[in-house]
């Protein structure tokens, strides 16, 4: 069946840099694209971006580009999301899932909690 | 990328039938065909309920449908259960390629 888990929680200073990694199975790593997600406490979800696994292509939302950075490492079948320069309004649940051509973004990480806080 | 328009609440009482909206513009919602629905319980993470405007994944309900009319998409549950209270969120794909969510609508079963 199709997992994907992820790292546990961290806790960041502001200005510091955090990566999540999410390892997959289940499934053929390359087929798909990996979507990360987060949610602010209280709040609703919020996409941050894409990598296609295949060819690495990464497309970013436009507020958070310049300090995200997608990833995957296709022999561990892992994807990594690593944003920088932390601030206290980042800290969420983030969530790797997989988006499949077909039923789009369809299989959840369980979340990673990250809190930025001096 | 503005948010997709949900209802912040709806609510119904068990056996009967809700419908969330979920409006956007032609650069989103109307212009594909590519919105889903998660439901999420609290601590949990999404889970996919609707792809494809109105297709159910393999395992999901079939209480739970779904349609689009112009830029305005819907979720309706049927016969409703206790189990169905949680946050609901539509997501749709935008033309500048990226996705975006809805503002999620917290369903009460009275």
């Known amino acids: 069946q199709v997992q994907l888990v992820q790292s546990g929680a961290e806790v960041k200073k502001p200005g510091a840099s955090v990566r999540v990694s999410c390892k997959t199975s289940g499934y053929t790593f390359t087929s798909c694209a990996i979507t990360w997600v987060r949610q602010a406490p209280g709040q609703g979800l919020e996409w941050m971006g894409r990598i296609s696994v295949s060819n690495g292509n990464t497309k970013y939302a436009q507020r958070l580009q310049g300090r995200v950075t997608m990833t995957t490492d296709t022999s561990a079948s892992t994807a990594y999301m690593e944003l920088r320069s932390l601030r206290s309004d980042d800290t969420a649940v983030y969530y790797c899932?997989?988006?499949?051509?077909?039923?789009?973004?369809?299989?959840w990480g369980q979340g990673t909690l990250v809190t930025v806080s001096s | 990328q503005s948010a997709l328009t949900q209802p912040a609440s709806v609510s119904g009482s068990p056996g009967q039938s809700i419908t969330i909206s979920c409006t956007g513009t032609s650069s989103d919602v109307g212009g594909y065909n590519y919105v889903s629905w998660y439901q999420k319980h609290p601590g949990k993470a999404p889970k996919l309920m609707i792809y494809?405007?109105?297709n159910r994944p393999s395992g999901v309900s079939n209480r739970f449908s779904g349609s689009k009319s112009g830029n305005t998409a819907s979720l309706t549950i049927s016969g409703l259960q206790a189990e169905d209270e949680a946050d609901y969120y539509c997501s749709s794909y935008t033309t500048s390629s990226s996705l975006v969510f809805g503002g999620g609508t917290k369903l009460t079963v009275l």
């Open positions: 899932a997989r988006k499949s051509p077909v039923t789009q973004v369809d299989y």
């Open positions: 494809g405007v109105s």
